[in-house]
């Protein structure tokens, strides 16, 4: 009795032909819908989502992909199921009115079940499905809750040989059906209906950590097709249901070489003096009031300054707060926010479960098409549940904020300085570029600090900087080491007055061995001068001298020859003498 | 309807098993468990309920649409619609003691 239905000469390894369901995420995670022409098991406990899911799949076949749907309704009452569709934005009675739609209750009288008086088959439920079916054409079938049928009659092996009919018989017509089935204790549904539907098994769970509730979905099975097999965290929201990851999860996004800037033309100094790599993802991490948001909004303003969209998350103030803030370091953002630029979107954490936000983050992206994404901070959302869950959601965030190319700030909140909380553990490999902010307290004052921890592909300065925050935005200090690390606020400034006048004493030393110099050379050309004049001097007398004796020479040589002309002498040549006068 | 009832012709139960009790009987073409319930029936009925008894037998295979009103999934189902109160019973009605109960015919009748 027990034995599966596998009836495996229709299926193929591969390539099986699947019908989309037209529910976010489901398609995803299935490569493709549910397998078509064959009966698909849902299974959960109650209030997990299963008739919703059945009907979406129903609803969104008939509108989207053009396939009728029967409801097989064992369990809702007309009203609820008005309710479920409406909540998917369509109206149930249209529905069938346009015969897209039918939906057939079967009431099982569990409380008295009908006196079996003999031989039976269930007949009547082929014959209304088969009328259902025949009335509007339809190509997928959804029956809700199949095991309901349990209560209605006693003979329980006939009933599964009945559900075994049912299985082929959908089989044999090729009707695309979603059967939904209660969870059981130890089989996976409780009347253990996954023995008769081999092809694809599907889990809902709902379970509750820290009162807040998260649904999760994961294919037990698909035969003949690949399939993610991971639990999916999945939400029932306005539009349904919506399964994440939306289409991410794979480690192919491209690496972009091109540079975005920090918004902080001192901080883009520190990478190579151009910023972070588009498509990273960056972390800024610090303790309260160190300047995480101030970072985050200088680095999305850039954005918007380059003419790209910028789409800010905040968790922890109201956008007026943080333009009014912004405002005060000189950083209006008014113009961005009005031309469309930046959008900035806030919430508080606890409206919401964790998967609520990211698939709200996931629904905002995919709308406004930002190249730069800001999540400030990412500790309210991790807060919200448990370190596995967090790091799980947060790995499928990053992936598919870089599989759209975004550039995606997160900021978080860190308790004490030094320690890092489990979860920034958790993604820090996930983290391209760590920008770390901090307090310091020393001297009796606060002072503001921040280094870059990593970056990935980027020759980044390793030196702690100080930074203020003033009001023409933040800047980047000198950097002044001071005994004990880098100095900040006032012994940096006591560093820099020291500084100061060290320069200024060597600029007076200088100043006067110039001036020596300058002294000196005037003493030599002082010195120079005096011996020329003295040279000059005794040159004169010496020549007056020697003008002296050479006339005195001439005047005995011509005594003597105006002598010996008036002896009548023999007058001789002046030989030599001639010469001497030129001494 | 008091399942001990007594079976004294003056009381006033009495009075209402003198009524006319229409049953619907449905089934799925002239299939051999089809016309076993039929018989069935017949035997019972003409046993229990001379003359004041009537069989509207309603084939689904001609008529999907009236599976719906009372609700049938089973082949066969014979209803009880009057007089009150409904019953329903399913199967070929080969256990006739279990057809009056489920019926809530009492046995004196």
């Known amino acids: 009795m027990l034995q599966t239905l596998a009836n495996p000469k229709t299926i193929t390894s591969s390539g099986i032909h699947k019908s989309p369901t037209g529910i976010e995420g489901l398609d995803a995670i299935t490569l493709g819908g549910l397998p078509a022409g064959r009966p698909t098991l849902i299974c959960g406990g109650a209030g997990c989502g299963k008739t919703l899911m059945a009907m979406e799949f129903l609803v969104r076949g008939a509108i989207q992909y053009g396939e009728p749907g029967v409801f097989l309704a064992f369990e809702e009452n007309p009203v609820d199921l008005a309710r479920y569709v409406s909540s998917l934005g369509y109206d149930l009675e249209a529905l069938e009115r346009s015969k897209k739609v039918s939906v057939e209750y079967l009431k099982v009288d569990r409380a008295n079940p009908a006196e079996v008086t003999g031989e039976f088959d269930l007949g009547g439920l082929f014959i209304r499905l088969q009328h259902a079916i025949d009335s509007i054409g339809a190509k997928r079938v959804a029956i809700d809750t199949l095991e309901t049928i349990f209560g209605g009659f006693d003979n329980e092996a006939l009933l599964r040989a009945e559900l075994v009919r049912l299985f082929d018989w959908i089989k044999d017509r090729g009707i695309t059906t979603v059967i939904t089935a209660e969870k059981g204790d130890g089989p996976i549904t409780r009347k253990g209906l996954e023995e008769y539907v081999s092809d694809c098994v599907i889990m809902l769970d709902h379970r509750t950590a820290n009162q807040i509730s998260t649904r999760r979905l994961r294919v037990l099975k698909y035969r003949g097709s690949v399939h993610g097999t991971n639990e999916y965290p999945f939400l029932i929201d306005e539009n349904g249901i919506s399964v994440l990851p939306i289409s991410s999860a794979s480690l192919d996004h491209q690496a972009y070489e091109e540079r975005v800037s920090t918004g902080i033309p001192r901080l883009d100094n520190m990478f190579e003096g151009k910023g972070y790599y588009r498509g990273s993802t960056i972390l800024v991490s610090g303790t309260a009031g160190s300047g995480k948001t101030s970072i985050a909004n200088f680095f999305s303003a850039a954005a918007c300054k380059r003419g790209e969209r910028a789409l800010y998350f905040a968790f922890e103030e109201s956008p007026s707060q943080i333009k009014r803030n912004m405002r005060s370091l000189g950083l209006d953002l008014q113009p961005w926010i009005d031309n469309g630029a930046l959008r900035i979107l806030a919430s508080r954490p606890t409206v919401h479960g964790l998967e609520l936000h990211l698939v709200n983050i996931h629904k905002q992206v995919e709308r406004f098409k930002p190249s730069i994404v800001v999540i400030d901070p990412m500790s309210s959302l991790t807060a919200m549940g448990d370190v596995m869950e967090v790091n799980s959601m947060l790995v499928r965030l990053i992936d598919f904020l870089k599989s759209q190319g975004i550039t995606a700030m997160f900021v978080s909140l860190m308790g004490s300085p030094g320690s890092m909380e489990s979860t920034e553990l958790g993604i820090s490999s996930l983290i391209d570029t760590w920008i770390q902010v901090k307090d310091t307290e020393f001297n009796s004052e606060r002072n503001r600090l921040l280094y870059v921890l990593k970056s990935r592909g980027i020759a980044h300065s390793n030196q702690i900087r100080e930074f203020l925050i003033t009001s023409h935005g933040i800047d980047l200090m000198d950097v002044y080491v001071g005994p004990s690390g880098v100095a900040t606020g006032s012994s940096r400034l006591a560093l820099e007055a020291r500084e100061k006048s060290q320069n200024l004493q060597l600029e007076q030393e200088i100043t006067g061995m110039r001036l020596d110099l300058e002294r000196r050379r005037k003493v030599m050309e002082a010195r120079l001068a005096a011996l020329d004049a003295e040279f000059k001097s005794e040159e004169q007398e010496l020549k007056r001298l020697i003008e002296q004796k050479v006339a005195h020479h001439r005047q005995t040589f011509e005594d003597r020859r105006d002598m010996a002309r008036s002896r009548r002498a023999d007058i001789g040549p002046l030989n030599g003498s001639s010469k001497g006068n030129s001494i | ?109």
Request: proline share 6%; glycine share 8%.
């Open chain 2, 1 to 109: 309807m008091n399942p001990g009832g007594g079976a004294i012709k003056a009381s006033p139960e009495a009075s209402t098993t003198r009524e006319t009790f229409l049953f619907r009987l449905y089934i799925a073409g002239r299939t051999q468990r089809s016309m076993a319930a039929l018989d069935n029936l017949n035997r019972l009925c003409e046993e229990r309920l001379q003359g004041r008894y009537s069989v509207e037998i309603i084939d689904l295979l001609e008529d999907p649409k009236r599976a719906r009103a009372d609700q049938i999934m089973a082949i066969p189902t014979l209803v009880r619609s009057a007089p009150a109160p409904f019953a329903k019973v399913i199967g070929d009605l080969s256990n006739g003691e279990r057809v009056l109960t489920g019926l809530k015919i009492g046995k004196a009748l």
